[in-house]
């Protein structure tokens, strides 16, 4: 009986086969497993599912005879038919769920995770005895283990920080904030196929999807993710940074990289793509700014976030600190943009709609500040984003979502509620010119959803934002408003159709 290596699909790069110690070995068959019940499971975003198909099928294209590539209904079936009993090595799933289906398969090997930069071995060391979990302590550490940006002991260009010359709002009066255009991909005869096949599920197999599926617009193979890293590296990353907390309307991507998918999927290992962005700064071809700016998302928050899903562990995902119970409204769930008047979230639905991607601010300080605002339950909110963005999964949507986004885990990852009311979107975007409603107002027909939904948020958890010592200012605000009750009025009467 011949070994097999087993390869997810979000594990599709040349460092998932890579004989090193705890690889599989040079030529071992690989076997990859299309599942149609994961789109049964879950309404997925169409131009997600499209994606994730397209770099499936171009890895096993890839790797030709080497490879088996098997459409069943589950794993199980797939693993039955195609490798009986033989012996299987499978590299750490990314997700619980996948971890207890392989380890409970008396066959299979799980060998060590790759695709992050730290072994869970070491962050659980670090986290020991601590009692707080912050990703800034946590950054520094890893930067330090890894060698990262550092000249010696000390953080290379000076400062461990350049976050505050990176939450400029955006530029005055600019429609865009000019940066080279992203890479974008071509599609080919695998997208066809792939497209096809979507179709006849949706016409034949009762599978349902949400959003558009316009072109593909995320990298699917490792060509074209290199191709994807070049040209933000070369071209983009100088602008990373000022600008990354700001929105602009007619400027989605501005200088973001777009490389979570690829990141995420496995075509890119972030080790290669952190060592880029510093050689950029070590060569002169971006400011200290950027990188530090770019390195921290990935050797950061992206690292902090895998590590926390294992470590806070399977309860973390029915945390709902606030009890938040009101399920989505349908035209959340269907991402109908067009239903929404007030202008940012209409924007950011209508992105994701379209896209499956919108940056980091639409999804915190626009989707996810109105979850919270209005009081949804957090898994359904946590799902929603799984199910709708070309870059979700398990690991990154828990802490994200309940943790940073919706503070279901009463703080165990941020140390405040991330929610604002339309002065901080006006400030930080263009988007509340031309919107029926006016962020100053907390009353009448123009008072913005975002400032009544603040209020009526710090409202129903005075208490608990009163004890923080980061959040006791909004608590006291809220005394010094005389208003109060006629804002939780139209707050309340805001709720009932889209805002
Ligand atoms: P850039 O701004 O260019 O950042 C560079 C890279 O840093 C990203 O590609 C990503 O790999 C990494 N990164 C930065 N922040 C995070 C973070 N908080 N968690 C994980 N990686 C991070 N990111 C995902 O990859 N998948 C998700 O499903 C996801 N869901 C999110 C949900 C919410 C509510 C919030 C607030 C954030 C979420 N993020 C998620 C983090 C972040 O918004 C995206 O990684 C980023 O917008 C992707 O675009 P980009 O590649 O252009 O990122």
């Not at 921290?296 to 399977?314: C, D, K, S």
């Not at 710090?458 to 006791?472: D, F, G, I, S």
Request: aromatic residues 10%.
């Amino acid at each position: 009986m011949s070994d097999w290596h087993w390869l997810f699909g979000d594990q599709l790069g040349p460092h998932f086969l890579t004989p090193r110690a705890h690889g599989p070995a040079p030529n071992t068959p690989v076997l990859m497993i299309e599942s149609r019940s994961v789109f049964r499971r879950r309404r997925y975003h169409r131009a997600k599912a499209h994606l994730l198909l397209s770099a499936m099928r171009h890895r096993a294209a890839e790797l030709g005879d080497r490879v088996r590539y098997v459409r069943a209904e589950t794993y199980t079936a797939a693993l039955r038919d195609t490798v009986g009993d033989a012996p299987l090595t499978v590299h750490h799933p990314t997700s619980r769920a996948a971890h207890a289906f392989v380890t409970a398969v008396p066959t299979v090997r799980v060998l060590p995770a790759r695709g992050f930069l730290l072994p869970g071995e070491a962050f659980r060391s670090w986290a020991a005895g601590r009692e707080k979990l912050r990703h800034e302590d946590f950054y520094r550490w890893a930067r330090r283990e890894l060698d990262l940006l550092m000249d010696g002991g000390e953080p290379a260009g000076g400062r461990w920080n350049h976050d505050k010359a990176n939450r400029e709002p955006p530029p005055k009066d600019a429609r865009t904030l000019g940066a080279p255009a992203p890479y974008r991909p071509h599609e080919d005869d695998i997208d066809e196929e792939v497209r096809a096949d979507l179709d006849r599920w949706e016409r034949e197999e009762g599978i349902v999807f949400v959003g558009r599926d316009g072109p593909r617009l995320f990298p699917a193979s490792r060509r074209e993710a290199l191709a994807a890293l070049h040209r933000f590296i070369e071209h983009r990353l100088p602008g990373f940074g000022p600008h990354e907390d700001s929105v602009l309307a007619h400027d989605p991507v501005m200088s973001h990289s777009l490389l979570s998918s690829s990141l995420n999927l496995g075509l890119l290992d972030p080790a290669e793509v952190v060592s880029a962005a510093e050689q950029a700064w070590r060569d002169g071809r971006a400011p200290v700014r950027s990188a530090e700016g770019f390195v921290r998302q990935i050797a950061g928050w992206r690292e902090f976030v895998w590590h926390l899903y294992w470590y806070f562990g399977e309860d973390y995902r029915h945390r709902n600190a606030l009890g938040h119970h009101t399920p989505p409204p349908d035209w959340f769930l269907e991402l109908d943009a067009d239903a929404v008047t007030a202008r940012c979230l209409s924007t950011a639905l209508r992105q994701v709609r379209d896209t499956g991607w919108t940056h980091h601010i639409p999804r915190l300080m626009l989707l996810g500040s109105h979850a919270l605002q209005q009081g949804w339950d957090p898994r359904a909110v946590t799902d929603w984003f799984h199910r709708c963005f070309v870059d979700g999964y398990d690991w990154v949507m828990l802490p994200n979502v309940i943790g940073m986004s919706q503070y279901a885990d009463g703080g165990l990852m941020t140390t405040k509620p991330y929610t604002s009311a339309g002065a901080y979107i006006h400030r930080m975007s263009d988007l509340c010119g031309g919107c029926a409603y006016r962020p100053s107002d907390r009353t009448g027909d123009r008072a913005c959803p975002y400032t009544t939904g603040y209020w009526s948020f710090v409202h129903r958890h005075r208490a608990r934002l009163a004890a923080n010592p980061r959040t006791a200012r909004a608590a006291q605000g809220l005394e010094r408003l005389d208003d109060v009750q006629d804002v939780l009025r139209t707050h309340h009467r805001q709720t009932r159709t889209p805002p």
